[in-house]
């Protein structure tokens, strides 16, 4: 099939960006759509062109290193599915795709379809951990976890930290990683002594780092790839109300 | 020069302790002064540096992505090993260990494999207290699973994404030490160059991958866990971004490079589906607990719809070659049987390369949720890519490269060859042998960067007392000097080709003359061949765009450049070795049933390379593998 390609384009962070169009032709339904971009940029390259950049890694959906708006939607809009794991099959011939960065002022851009996502990094940084050195930590079954809460646990964990979220989102708001980040520990024993201090810590570093305000659209929950449930929205607040009123 | 392990002396169980009492210790109190630089923030990177700075070391640590806790580590799927015996049955210490030895096809340093076994049992208890969400019976207490190449279940998962928890869990370690100001991490930062100063590693040559800039890093050791080499040949169940770089640069700088021909192809992948493919998808091995691989008997039947074809029609090849092991033989063994399959015409799907991995048994016996919860995440994965439901047409699976067990050699503290520079994980040779079994990366990961650098490193700067140079030293100018030099000339490239279309030819390559199957005349038209891909490469290359910002093209070319030169190693490695062992299978060396013919009276010993210039042989050393405790015995899972 071919394809009529709509890319942003930006030199760095400074500069201004805008939209080139390309062709994407001969493509095979088996490609994955990174690899149609991969046949893009090297027909750009081989004629001395400048490819677009854009971060992909594993490829397989689980490193979140891929992130962009496909036709104005996070990853494509197909469910569970990051952009990496999007095949060819779902487009047809003659078709325009738009392609985007994440948008979000925590997400600035570096270049074309590259973010600067470290964000993420600090909110975790401020308390996304259980506080215990390595070594002299008790045998393995001596913390019995019911399989209900474990389960919780990690489906909140799947979370791949991509970002989706945060540019689906009208306010850019990054509350569905929060939630799951803070959920995560929360919901297990290991994670109780710090409970309280998790949520708020967490809570004050996203907001410090210029994400909005959550107004529960649920369009995160829509667009993640990993389908990360917006009840964990509601329990991080939960948890942030009873730590607030404790004081901690 | 004769290669010394420092493996230390006594009984085997006894060896790790005595060790850690015999190892120097540094002062608490002087601990801050000794700066770590680590490259790396997969499980062994993050796992090191975060302990270090528990410890009260300076930590930087460096990763080429745009947050530590991408590394690749993160794509694992299947599960840890570790000798814990929650399910009673028969495993312990030492079986974990027989398995592990036996499983590399007797060709691991025994000392290194005990201790990985023994601790197995830590690692599990680290990562339950970070919060690792392992999978759990009704209970509350841990669930295993088997994995190839084991008889007991000893494997801890969580869900099909037990590699990304682990790393989670370390990269969660991590983020607490840099919140509290002892690990400094750069991200989108890529290490170019080791500098040795008087002999000892003292620092390091990096590239802002935002800005372009190339800086130095001083510290008074530096640890590479910079993950396995497997893009070598192009196609792999790798990412796109692991690399050699960083053990290849650090072989040029003195460095032994060991067993680089111990390349591991995985049996259950998703076999290739055109030549647009830029990389293979693992099916978890945990797979093959429930499914049964099989191809058909007949030829003709190869493009029927699977479901028409009569169970007597089938040929469940594993099953039948070997009984007691089945469908969870090891890697090695089950990747040959299915090549041999299709080799033979009896393979299935776009170009006759695949067997089928098929459930339908199991989904008769247990019924399609418990198949569903047990491997869901995997059969949707599946589905993505080849738009077919595994739940009702079995998978089409063929091997693909997977694991390097081969890399940097290192002593039992994980040093190498040149002092002050360790080495961890998937990077170093050490653990596995001629063949990893399933769950052993993570397990040897973790056990490297938890529990053995931070009690091996200490006795480096208690013993060593060099000083840590500053960076204005000429050592450091002039690998900086190289560093951008090499850059400069990528850039000046101009010629036809892009870096993909040389990476593929040479990973077509190798893959053909030095993958599942090595043989010396293909080895040896491989060695003819790469040398002139590089220097058509040198020549005809495109690298597009400047220096000064992020340049994708520039990254990629550098990695490949040096895959170039290592691609020959690898070969004149495999050439070496006249026999066959694990991974490594020379087909002038088999038995009359096809398996693998170990030549011990010739080759059980470690083949470590050191660097003499690129237009010269590397010389080999040789580190003998002497076996105190196991008898090496044939490798039989008949
Ligand atoms: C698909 C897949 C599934 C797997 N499943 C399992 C499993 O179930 N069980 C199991 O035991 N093993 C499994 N493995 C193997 C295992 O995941 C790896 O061997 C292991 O995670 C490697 O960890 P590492 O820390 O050594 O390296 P990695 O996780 O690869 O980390 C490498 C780090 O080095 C950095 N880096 C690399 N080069 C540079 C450079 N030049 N400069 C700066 N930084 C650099 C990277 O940024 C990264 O942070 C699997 C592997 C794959 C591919």
Same mark, same amino acid.
């Given at each position: 099939m071919n394809l009529t390609l709509k890319v942003w384009r930006q030199s760095n962070g400074q500069s201004?960006?805008?939209?080139?169009?390309?062709?994407?032709?001969?493509?095979?339904? #088996?490609?994955?759509?990174?690899?149609?971009? #991969?046949?893009?940029? @090297?027909?750009?390259? @081989?004629?001395? /062109? @400048?490819?677009? +950049?854009? #971060?992909? #890694?594993?490829?397989?959906?689980?490193?979140?290193?891929?992130?962009?708006?496909i036709n104005g939607i996070p990853h494509g809009g197909h469910k569970g599915t990051a952009t990496c794991q999007l095949h060819m099959r779902h487009f047809k011939d003659g078709d325009t795709i738009t392609i985007e960065p994440w948008r979000a002022k925590a997400f600035p851009v570096i270049k074309d379809l590259v973010t600067n996502r470290s964000a993420f990094d600090r909110i975790i940084q401020a308390g996304g951990?259980?506080?215990?050195?390595?070594?002299?930590?008790?045998?393995?079954?001596?913390?019995?976890?019911?399989?209900?809460?474990?389960?919780?646990?990690?489906?909140?964990?799947?979370?791949?930290?991509?970002?989706?979220?945060?540019?689906?989102?009208?306010?850019?708001?990054?509350?569905?990683?929060? +939630?799951?980040?803070?959920?995560?520990l929360n919901l297990l024993p290991q994670g109780q002594p710090e409970k309280d201090r998790r949520a708020?810590?967490?809570? /004050?570093?996203?907001? @410090?780092?210029?994400?909005?305000?959550?107004?529960?659209?649920?369009?995160?929950?829509?667009?993640?790839?990993?389908?990360?449930?917006?009840?964990?929205? +509601?329990?991080?607040?939960?948890?942030?109300?009873?730590?607030?009123?404790?004081?901690? | 020069m004769a290669l010394d392990s420092k493996t230390p002396s006594g009984p085997l169980a006894q060896k790790w302790d005595k060790h850690r009492f015999d190892l120097k210790l540094v002062n608490p109190a002087n601990k801050r002064k000794f700066e770590v630089l680590v490259v790396g923030s997969g499980l062994a990177g993050a796992s090191a540096a975060a302990s270090l700075a528990e410890l009260g070391y300076k930590v930087k640590c460096f990763c080429f992505q745009d947050s530590p806790r991408r590394a690749h580590s993160i794509a694992a799927q299947g599960g840890i090993n570790a000798a814990k015996n929650y399910q009673n049955d028969g495993d312990s210490v030492y079986r974990l260990f027989y398995d592990t030895i036996k499983g590399g096809d007797?060709?691991? $340093?025994?000392?290194? *494999?005990? !201790?990985? =076994?023994?601790?197995?049992?830590?690692?599990?208890?680290?990562?339950? =207290?970070?919060g690792v969400p392992f999978a759990r019976e009704y209970g509350g207490l841990l669930a295993n699973r088997s994995f190839g190449g084991a008889q007991v279940s000893r494997t801890f998962y969580a869900r099909g994404q037990t590699g990304q928890q682990l790393l989670l869990g370390a990269y969660q370690a991590l983020a607490r030490q840099i919140s509290l100001g002892a690990v400094q991490m750069f991200p989108r930062t890529e290490m170019l160059d080791v500098v040795l100063v008087d002999g000892h590693a003292k620092g390091i040559v990096v590239r802002n991958l935002v800005t372009g800039e190339v800086s130095t890093h001083a510290g008074d050791a530096v640890v590479l866990a910079t993950g396995g080499y497997g893009n070598a040949f192009f196609l792999s169940t790798n990412a796109k971004g692991c690399n050699v770089t960083s053990i290849w640069r650090a072989y040029k700088k003195g460095a032994f490079f060991a067993n680089p021909c111990y390349t591991q192809i995985h049996p259950t992948c998703i076999p290739v589906s055109g030549d647009h493919q830029s990389k293979l998808t693992l099916m978890s091995e945990s797979l093959r607990n429930d499914g049964r691989v099989w191809a058909p008997k007949r030829k003709e039947d190869c493009t029927k719809p699977p479901g028409s074809i009569p169970e007597d029609a089938r040929d469940y090849f594993l099953e039948r070659k070997y009984p007691s092991f089945g469908n969870l033989a090891p890697r090695d063994i089950s990747s040959r049987a299915a090549k041999e399959a299709c080799d033979a015409g009896h393979g299935v799907g776009p170009g006759g390369l695949g067997v089928y991995l098929d459930f339908a048994d199991s989904i008769k016996r247990l019924g399609v949720n418990v198949i569903r919860e047990r491997y869901g995440n995997l059969f949707d994965m599946y589905e993505k890519i080849t738009g077919e439901n595994a739940y009702e047409v079995p998978m089409r699976i063929y091997p693909a490269v997977h694991y390097t067990m081969g890399g940097t050699w290192v002593d039992y503290n994980l040093m190498t060859s040149v002092p002050g520079l360790f080495v961890l994980g998937e990077a170093n040779f050490s653990d596995h042998g001629a063949n990893r079994l399933g769950a052993s990366a993570l397990m040897q990961g973790l056990a490297d960067g938890y529990f053995v650098l931070p009690y091996t490193i200490g006795h480096y700067f208690a013993t060593s007392k060099i000083a840590r140079p =500053?960076?204005? %030293?000429?050592?450091? !100018? &002039?690998?900086?000097?190289? *560093?951008?030099? $090499?850059?400069?000339?990528?850039?000046?490239?101009?010629?036809? $080709?892009?870096?993909?279309?040389? %990476? !593929?030819?040479?990973? &077509?390559?190798?893959?053909? &003359?030095?993958?599942?199957? $090595?043989?010396?005349?293909?080895? &040896?038209?491989?060695l003819k061949r790469i040398p002139e891909i590089r220097e058509e490469f040198w020549k005809n290359l495109i690298v597009t765009g400047q220096n000064g910002g992020l340049n994708q093209s520039l990254e990629y070319a550098g990695r490949v450049a040096d895959f170039m030169e290592f691609a020959e190693l690898l070969c004149t490695d495999a050439l070496h070795r006249r026999e066959s062992c694990g991974g490594h299978f020379r087909e002038e060396f088999q038995t009359p049933d096809g398996e693998a013919e170990r030549d011990d009276a010739n080759f059980s010993y470690v083949a470590a390379w050191e660097f003499q210039g690129l237009d010269k042989p590397p010389v080999l050393h040789k580190e003998p593998l002497v076996y105190e405790e196991v008898h090496m015995s044939t490798r039989s899972y008949k």
């Open positions: 201004q960006g805008r939209f080139e169009t390309y062709a994407a032709k001969n493509i095979i339904e #088996d490609m994955s759509f990174l690899e149609m971009l #991969d046949v893009v940029n @090297e027909e750009l390259m @081989e004629r001395g /062109q @400048e490819p677009f +950049a854009f #971060d992909s #890694d594993c490829r397989e959906g689980i490193c979140g290193m891929c992130s962009l708006v951990f259980v506080s215990v050195n390595t070594g002299g930590t008790p045998d393995g079954n001596a913390i019995p976890v019911p399989k209900i809460a474990a389960d919780a646990a990690m489906d909140a964990a799947a979370c791949i930290g991509c970002g989706a979220c945060v540019a689906v989102c009208k306010n850019a708001s990054a509350m569905l990683f929060v +939630a799951a980040k803070a959920s995560h708020l810590k967490m809570v /004050q570093q996203m907001d @410090e780092e210029g994400f909005g305000n959550c107004t529960v659209t649920g369009s995160c929950e829509a667009v993640c790839p990993k389908e990360i449930s917006l009840s964990f929205i +509601a329990k991080l607040n939960r948890d942030f109300g009873v730590a607030t009123l404790k004081g901690k | 007797f060709r691991a $340093r025994e000392a290194n *494999v005990y !201790r990985l =076994a023994q601790v197995s049992v830590n690692i599990i208890d680290q990562c339950v =207290a970070q =500053a960076t204005s %030293h000429a050592e450091f !100018r &002039k690998a900086e000097e190289g *560093v951008q030099e $090499r850059i400069n000339r990528l850039l000046a490239s101009k010629g036809k $080709r892009t870096v993909t279309s040389f %990476h !593929r030819e040479l990973g &077509k390559l190798l893959w053909e &003359k030095c993958g599942m199957a $090595r043989n010396e005349a293909g080895l &040896k038209a491989a």
